[in-house]
């Protein structure tokens, strides 16, 4: 490969049967997937096995490496594991495999049979126009572009694909954007009459690039690939989200109080219970009634963990549309702008001219320096409709869209964690629950095992099956219902946690989620009380009829690992070790009405309990010494 291929490196990625190419000019390239955000150099999603990050490239100057970054899946080079081996050297020509991918590399600088060619990043400036972005995808074919057609809800697509040719697209010239060469504006919005930040172009003049240099594509895939859609687009004004929506012309000020009016009262039409797409389509009503201009709107919402535009609220005679790139555009720059169709004569992509969009305004949602969306309004007939003070309208809207969307979400989260925390704290003994509780609200209730000993009862009815299979089946539920309560109450009295319910079983751990040095003794007092619990229980039944059952109860210790374990959306306490098969064991030789402990037990309560010695027989294990309460001393 000569020296001045223009690359560092050309990858084949191939996914699912599809296969996209990516060039970089850059001596270190991070493959992985994104994560709060951050996106990877080389972007695997949507394959879901491939890890957060997971390798990386390299060049030195003299040879090409690459290496696992402690990737879960591991990765492979040639067909050769390299995890836990270090940094590998790169053959030309390599195959590397991880999760479901497979990339092919190019090396664009021969370093075989000599000196290193040198790398392209540092070539002569005789040739600029051969400079190429940090990662640019394999153009799409498709001719230049208004924009991607959004519908909610779109479909993942698969990816880049090469154009007829075969050959990579040119790069934009590496020149600011127009909105980038705007005033920053004068922060926060206030009632100081200033001259708003605008960048105004001539009707001739046409933006330089499709977007600023460096801005990447969504993490999230895209309902199409994404096209070099400004170069048919003329910026006609730009503001800083920022900026004072007011001017120095009092009359203009007016009139914008006025229109904002019935926005400022927005508020107190919603109750707590509404819906963040029915707030966001009334947000875009209200902005079409203060734009006249302004036929149809739509407002994107940005997913925080994905990166993607959803389609939120909308209102236009037929589908929606809007350009994803000049969206991600208004973000990344964090302006508003108005944009029109211009002198462009050439084809537009077929979606947008169906649409006949020919003018339109575009303005971030932002809340502090956090981007929930774009709020987006057109016109389809003419390409002169907006002003500069539609903009600065839109802007107010925007600003205050941000607010309660940012209120909104807020209550949603504090919602959500709410019922997290009463569905995850319901097993658990009042004085525990208490000070979990405490901890949650100074943030310390986490995700997170840990082992020590604890005590583990397991209770289980007896006949209960055989029973059963002859029932209704309401008439079984109402039994079960009947006794776990009863079953439960003992359990919280002696401050034990109930890990879960296991049909008509129930397994209770003591000394757990926080240490307890009583954690024996109370387990065997539970089991006391809830023997003597179903007894009365059962006298109630038999009076009326119903059906009763006895229990079987066993205790034992040991060390489990036991905390809350699994993800944010469903945390769940539990205990995991061979105590809790062996408690089980205990539970299963003892008869109704009986409370069964190991002998581990046995040694730490001998001086408050009444026994019988006993043995229960296993299959595996032989017999087992037991021992069979007979009361508390």
Known sequence: MPSDAGFIYRIKVIQAGKEQLREYNQNDVVVGRPKDGQVPDLDLYPDLNVSRRHCKFSFDGAAYWVEDIGSTGGTRLNDAEIKGHGRQQIPQGSTVELGDTTLMLELGVEVEGGAPAPSPAAAPAAKPAAAKPAARPFAAPAAPSGGVVLRAPAPPSGGFAPDAAGALAAPAPAKASPLAQSPAGGGPSSLVPVAPSFTSLSPSAKPASAMPPGLKLPAAPAPEPEPDDAADME????????????????????????????????????????????????????ALNA?????????????????????????ADGEPAVSETLARRAMKEKKGFIWTRGGFSGDVMASIANLSIQSG????????????????????????????????????????????????????????????????????????????????????????????????????????TSMSANMDAADVVDLVNDYLPVLSAPIFKNDGTIDKFLGDAILAIFGSPDPDPNQFEKAVRAGLEMQEAVRELNERRKKRGDAIVEVGIGVHCGSVLHGFIGAQERLEFTVIGDAVNRCNRFCNGARGGEVLISAEVYQRVFRVVQVEKTAITTKHEGDLPAYRIKGMK
Not at 291 to 312: H, V, W, Y
């Open 361 to 464: 305004m575009y303005v971030p949602v932002m809340w502090q320096t956090r981007s929930l969306g774009v709020i987006c309004v057109d016109n389809p007939s003419s390409d002169n409709a907006f002003t500069e003070d539609d903009l600065r309208m839109l802007v107010a809207i925007s600003n205050y869209a941000a607010m309660v969307t940012a209120n909104r979400l807020l209550v949603d989260e504090m919602r959500f964690n709410a019922k997290l925390l009463d569905r995850l704290l319901m097993n658990f003994s009042p004085r525990i629950r208490a000070k979990l509780l405490e901890k949650a609200h100074a943030g310390k209730l986490r995700p997170g095992g840990e082992k020590s000993e604890v005590t583990v009862l397991f209770s289980d009815m007896r006949g209960f």
């Open 291 to 315: 734009i006249p201009s302004a036929k149809r709107g739509a407002f994107l919402t940005r997913n925080k963990d994905t990166e993607q535009l959803l389609l939120s609220a909308y209102i």
């Open 235 to 286: 910026i006609a004004a730009a503001m800083d989200v920022g900026s004072s929506i007011f001017t120095i012309s009092e009359q203009s000020n007016a009139e914008m109080m006025k229109r904002l009016t019935p926005i400022m009262g927005m508020a107190t039409e919603f109750d707590a219970e509404a819906r963040i797409d029915t707030i966001h389509h009334r947000i875009i009503e209200h």
